[in-house]
């Protein structure tokens, strides 16, 4: 349920803005607490970001394993069923917003200006059902519902403990990659900092139809976990087509793999570590029409992969994320340029690196009390093109805030939130080639139901 | 000279020794001796009518009853007397540490019910469970301020059990045979007990004092009396009602 | 009056000192591992709480949807020991409990939390009875290595599933139907079900040969199941937990290792 639209400062690939739009951060399933009469605080470090506990019924799919999982056990009230929505007062400010020099006349000029903006708002609403259809078959369907429009997020069905085992688990459908940190469970709402941007990082200039591995895809999803899920791995499959629907536009598929383990230090708690990787093709041109691509013939592909290692690291009641990334895409990709015309490569043209990361903390002292912090960031170490500038695409960000939860109940949950947040990408302000630097405040409430 | 002094310390030994005597029994004289509190529960009204018991689960059970077993809830004996009622001192005892009596109780399981149907002992006094059964039992106490435990026992094994505290009283089932119910109270001091089939009790060495008597019946609840025991105690008698 | 309050703050101040003084002061040992209550209570307050209830009676807000009912830890009776019947559990027993869960009931396994934690609720939990504190758990009931799994085994088994009275309430077929079956009920009053043995489902206490074989030992303490400690000898024993097994033998999933064992 992000607020607003999500946008990587005036670098747009491809135009899934509509996409990105309205990733809606949900997870934190009430009517999974109605079913088994368990408080938020079971599943949930603080909702919805998930504990082990919570992180084991989910790879157990939806299961507790103690021969109540069948619906068939709960009361007729029981539906399973959740909507979370989040009305809130917000206040965006962008420090170099390109405007016209006379208000409303087109033609006077465009200059920089400091906008600000706030008011009432609403996310949307997440309409989640999950479950068992039967021992072992567990399913997800969540439509999102925003202002003018309907979309489904996430929807996918899954074979649980195949073979009787943990290490076997089947995922097939629209679902969101088993990501080092959930984008989906950001405990983060605000407009600048609700999401990982390394997660959809493209450098300046790049047309890489891929937009990073915060959004659900499309495709299969093998995973396996240990009895107490400290050692998990999962491997997927998907479409390169960033979880659109119907025939897709790419021919080309892409492969994700998620490794973690977890260790148990004395007096601190539990320790993970994790690697992951995702490496894909994605093409360069099409066959056109008249100039216009015909869906689904993409071709030409050239690769690119992400891959990195994070870790989740508790001190007592603190804990840690910390997050690295580092990308790269082919030189193709990174300015552009189809593969039948290389001849188009600027020269000195390369395929784009770069690094990134986040450390993101928490200070849980109760169930009912997060306080949050993150700083985040992206470095470019190598431009696609000798003309771009090297500073440009990077970004700075961080944000604070908190969450409390006046009521800790099986059957709903609701949490007061207030963050703030801001984020600098430097030389890309429209005009000036100044640093770009947005606010957001946020308070509200989150209810999920 | 010599003979008389001899006597004359006899004399002062047997002086001695009588007065350790007197002094072990109580300076305070035969006056404050302890002495028996006997009396009698009664119940008024029409004796409800015992219920019989179907036992015919267990054959080996059924067989143990030519007539058909009742239930034990209310027994009135000839007289009105009422039978299985607990009587004891609940207050005006000094705080003693009684220790308890060598002797073990006996609780019976004869014919798939309990004998005796009420069972007063002392606190970590033995109790010896008794299966006379050719069936097998599980005696499963249900306590409130004891250790719950729960023996299976077949005929003849041996099976000794103590309760560490008072309680009034514990009830006691067996759950392979859903009809056997009894009760064990358990007291701190060895002021109790429990009437017979006409309702007659006898508290046996009460020294005298002012107590609160209660008598508790496992359906028609408690009753409380304030007596004086002195050299010698009058009849106290209790009257239960549906 | 405001020596009034003085007096009052500080009576709380007394009680909350010998609270946490006493109260919080149970320590649990599972192992190399020391639980402590006061972090226990952190991790009650979030897992537990809404079942077994604030004051550890079992009366949490979800208990009255639940069956059966979740444990009342004030009344310190437990079902899966490895004590004698009557006996306070060790440690390591509850540690045990919180670990697998009890299969057919409310409580999921938590071996997803840290060894740690589970020890620290082992140690919370025992403040809620003062028996923790006045008893000592008696020392855990033995288990001899398992005869084989004979043909000859089962039968003698049957037999004392006859003798033993089992079937009053776990049925002459075993299915949990027995004659006694309707009457029963655990230590809160609330009706309780014998276990269906042909149903191949876990058991309560832990699946293996070895825990049936302890569970017929220790009893389960609060509910109807009795303590065969001296009703049988060992060798009875193994021939029950041979015949009990035998009886959900036609369930694909029950893994019966008759041919394997001792043969």
Redesign the interface.
């Known amino acids: 349920m992000r607020i607003g639209s999500f946008k990587r400062v005036g670098l747009l690939s491809f135009g899934f803005a509509i996409l990105l739009a309205s990733i809606p951060s949900a997870h934190g399933i009430p009517a999974f607490a109605r079913k088994?009469?368990?408080?938020c605080?079971?599943c949930h470090e603080a909702w919805p970001m998930l504990?082990?506990?919570g992180?084991?019924f989910k790879d157990n799919g939806y299961q507790?394993?103690?021969?109540?999982d069948a619906p068939i056990y709960q009361?007729p009230s029981y539906w399973p069923v959740m909507f979370r929505t989040t009305p809130i007062w917000h206040r965006e400010n962008n420090n170099r917003q390109a405007v016209d020099l006379v208000p409303g006349s087109a033609g006077s000029g465009l200059v920089e200006a400091s906008v600000t903006q706030s008011g009432f708002d609403l996310g949307g609403v997440d309409m989640i059902t999950a479950g068992t259809l039967y021992k072992n078959i567990s399913f997800f369907v969540q439509p999102f519902i925003g202002n003018s429009s309907i979309f489904l997020n996430q929807a996918w069905a899954r074979l649980d403990n195949l073979a009787?085992s943990h290490w076997l688990n089947l995922k097939v459908g629209k679902f969101e990659l088993d990501e080092p940190i959930s984008q989906e469970r950001s405990l983060m709402l605000n407009n600048t900092g609700g999401v990982y941007y390394n997660y959809f990082f493209t450098p300046p200039g790049d047309k890489n139809f891929f937009s990073g591995i915060g959004l659900p895809q499309l495709g299969v999803e093998l995973l396996g976990h240990s009895?107490?899920?400290y050692t998990r791995y999962s491997v997927a499959v998907v479409t390169d087509s960033n979880g659109a629907t119907g025939l897709p536009s790419n021919q080309a598929y892409d492969v994700y793999a998620n490794f973690n383990q977890s260790f148990?230090l004395?007096k601190l708690?539990?320790q993970q570590i994790g690697v992951y990787g995702y490496f894909g093709q994605s093409p360069t041109f099409f066959q056109t029409n008249g100039g216009n691509p015909i869906p689904g013939t993409g071709m030409g592909n050239r690769t690119f992969y992400r891959l990195g290692a994070y870790g989740h690291w508790y001190v007592d009641k603190f804990d840690f994320y910390t997050f690295f990334m580092h990308g790269l895409d082919n030189v193709f990709l990174g300015n552009g340029v189809p593969a039948n015309q290389p001849a188009l490569l600027p020269l000195g043209a390369v395929g784009p690196t770069w690094n990134g990361g986040f450390v993101e903390a928490h200070y849980n002292p109760?169930?009912r009390v997060i306080v949050l912090g993150k700083y985040e960031l992206a470095r470019m170490t190598r431009q696609a093109s000798p003309v771009i500038p090297t500073s440009t695409g990077n970004l700075d960000t961080w944000t604070v805030g908190y969450r409390w939860y006046p009521i800790m109940?099986?059957r709903a949950g609701f949490a007061w939130t207030q963050e703030y947040s801001r984020i600098n990408n430097p030389g890309a302000a429209p005009l000036s080639g100044k640093d770009d630097i947005r606010n957001s405040y946020l308070m509200g409430f989150d209810f999920d139901f | 000279m010599k003979l008389k002094s001899k006597y004359t310390f006899i004399l002062l030994c047997a002086l001695i020794v009588l007065s350790l005597i007197w002094t072990l029994h109580g300076w305070a004289g035969p006056a404050d001796a302890p002495s028996s509190l006997k009396g009698t529960v009664k119940f008024e009204g029409a004796p409800p009518k015992p219920s019989h018991i179907d036992m015919s689960q267990d054959p080996l059970c059924a067989k143990a009853h030519p007539t058909p077993a009742t239930t034990e809830d209310v027994v009135v004996g000839t007289g009105g007397g009422l039978a299985n009622v607990v009587v004891y001192v609940s207050d005006g005892l000094a705080s003693h540490n009684f220790q308890p009596p060598q002797q073990p109780a006996v609780l019976e399981q004869k014919g798939c019910q309990y004998k005796p149907h009420v069972l007063a002992i002392q606190a970590n006094q033995k109790l010896d469970v008794v299966n006379s059964d050719e069936t097998t039992h599980n005696i499963h106490p249900t306590p409130s301020n004891n250790r719950e435990w729960n023996m299976t026992q077949p005929h003849g094994m041996p099976l000794e059990q103590t309760f560490a505290r008072e309680e009034i009283a514990v009830p006691v089932k067996c759950n392979v045979h859903p009809w056997m119910k009894g009760y064990i109270a358990v007291f701190k001091h060895p002021y109790f007990a429990v009437t017979d089939k006409n309702g007659n009790f006898e508290l046996k060495d009460l020294p005298p004092g002012t107590y609160t008597i209660t008598a508790w019946q496992e359906k028609l609840g408690t009753q409380v009396q304030k007596v004086t025991v002195g050299a010698e105690a009058k009849p106290l008698d209790f009257t239960f009602k549906q | 009056m405001r020596r009034n309050i003085q007096l009052r703050s500080a009576a709380v101040m007394i009680v909350s000192i010998l609270w946490s003084g006493i109260g919080l002061a149970q320590e649990s040992h599972v192992g190399k591992l020391a639980g402590n209550a006061k972090r226990g209570k952190?991790l009650y307050?979030?897992?537990c709480?809404?079942?077994h209830g604030p004051n550890g009676d079992g009366r949490g807000?979800?208990?009255p949807?639940?069956d059966p009912k979740p444990r009342d830890f004030t009344k310190a009776v437990f079902k899966c020991r490895s004590t004698p019947s009557g006996s306070l559990p060790l440690d390591s027993d509850l540690y045990d409990t919180i670990s697998r869960?009890?299969?057919?009931?409310?409580?999921?396994?938590?071996?997803?939390?840290?060894?740690?934690e589970r020890a620290d609720l082992v140690a919370y939990l025992k403040t809620f009875s003062s028996a923790f504190q006045e008893e000592k758990p008696a020392a855990p009931v033995e288990i001899p290595p398992e005869s084989p799994a004979t043909p000859e085994s089962i039968q003698r088994g049957a037999q004392l599933f006859q003798s033993m009275n089992c079937w009053s309430c776990h049925g002459k077929d075993g299915r949990g139907y027995g004659p006694s079956a309707a009457s029963l009920t655990d230590n809160r009053g609330y009706p309780i079900a014998p276990f269906d043995f042909t149903s191949g489902?876990?058991f309560k206490c832990g699946e293996s040969d070895r825990d049936m074989f302890r569970d017929l030992v220790t009893g389960l303490d609060g509910t109807p199941m009795p303590s065969f400690a001296s009703a049988m000898n060992t060798d009875q024993r193994w021939d029950v937990v041979h015949y009990i097994r035998s009886l959900s033998a036609h369930k694909a999933?029950t893994k019966l290792k008759i041919e394997a064992i001792g043969q």
């Open positions: 088994y009469g368990l408080p605080s079971a504990n082990n506990f992180q084991t507790l394993g103690n021969d109540r009361e009787g009895d107490n899920d148990e004395p708690g539990s109760n169930p109940s099986p | 952190a307050t979030r897992y709480v809404f079942c807000e979800s208990a949807y639940l869960g009890i299969h057919a009931s409310g409580m999921p396994s938590w071996k997803p939390l840290l060894k740690q489902s876990r999933h």
